[in-house]
């Protein structure tokens, strides 16, 4: 690899951050390892709905979050265009925002903005007593990677985050295709279709497009040599 040393370092933490998430996927018991991850992802999906919910005039009653991995954001006004497509948008954006985060300030600060975020959320929105236990405990997890890890891990728990939140934005509208095509579970590419017309497959196609081309960008951003 060519490029300054902090480039090159900057690039090695990607792809094993990048290689670590793919592999988790496929390790039998991985799941103990994932879960968590998993209610990390939905906890940031839901806040996304949150925060679309207030930035277009609405207000956000509570944020649900259920063992099966789902969730559920009850607001009142807001845009409906802005909302429904927010959580896989909102979860790939603030992926792509913490790994460009990680790489300019590096790890800990990150985890510290991680933490303080999810702390931030579950006192502002979760209202059901297992999602309070979720955001409480992930806040407190990330606090102490950044009291317990040394630098160089610390580095890579950011950028480990950040990408499984980026990968599991693309997988979660993955799945939201597949359930707007096999199925007629309510979803929001269904309630996005009732209000403004086309199809849900058509608006799933579209938020998998948007996601996949956040996650190009970072990644390619992030792969940039550092500017001297």
Not at 161 to 187: H, K, S, Y
Request: with cysteine.
């Amino acid at each position: 690899m060519s490029g300054p040393p902090s480039s090159r370092r900057s690039r090695r933490m990607l792809i094993a951050a990048s290689g670590a998430s793919v592999l988790f996927w496929y390790i039998p018991g991985a799941f103990v390892v994932t879960y968590p991850i998993r209610l990390f992802v939905t906890l940031v999906h839901e806040a996304a709905h949150g925060v679309a919910a207030v930035l277009s005039g609405g207000v956000v009653h509570r944020i649900t979050i259920a063992p099966s991995g789902s969730g559920l954001t009850e607001a009142i006004g807001g845009m409906p265009l802005m909302i429904y497509p927010a959580g896989y948008i909102g979860a790939a954006a603030a992926g792509a925002g913490l790994l460009l985060l990680t790489r300019r300030i590096r790890g800990r600060p990150t985890l510290v903005i991680m933490a303080a975020l999810t702390l931030a959320i579950t006192l502002l929105w979760v209202r059901n007593l297992f999602g309070l236990g979720v955001g409480f405990g992930l806040a407190f997890v990330i606090a102490a990677l950044v009291r317990w890890l040394p630098k160089e891990a610390a580095d890579f728990a950011a950028s480990f985050l950040a990408v499984q939140l980026c990968l599991n934005a693309i997988l979660d509208v993955r799945g939201l295709l597949w359930l707007t095509t096999a199925t007629e579970v309510p979803n929001d590419a269904v309630f996005m279709a009732r209000t403004f017309g086309l199809t849900p497959w058509f608006w799933a196609i579209v938020w998998s497009g948007i996601t996949l081309v956040i996650l190009i960008g970072a990644m390619r951003a992030y792969w940039r040599p550092a500017r001297s």
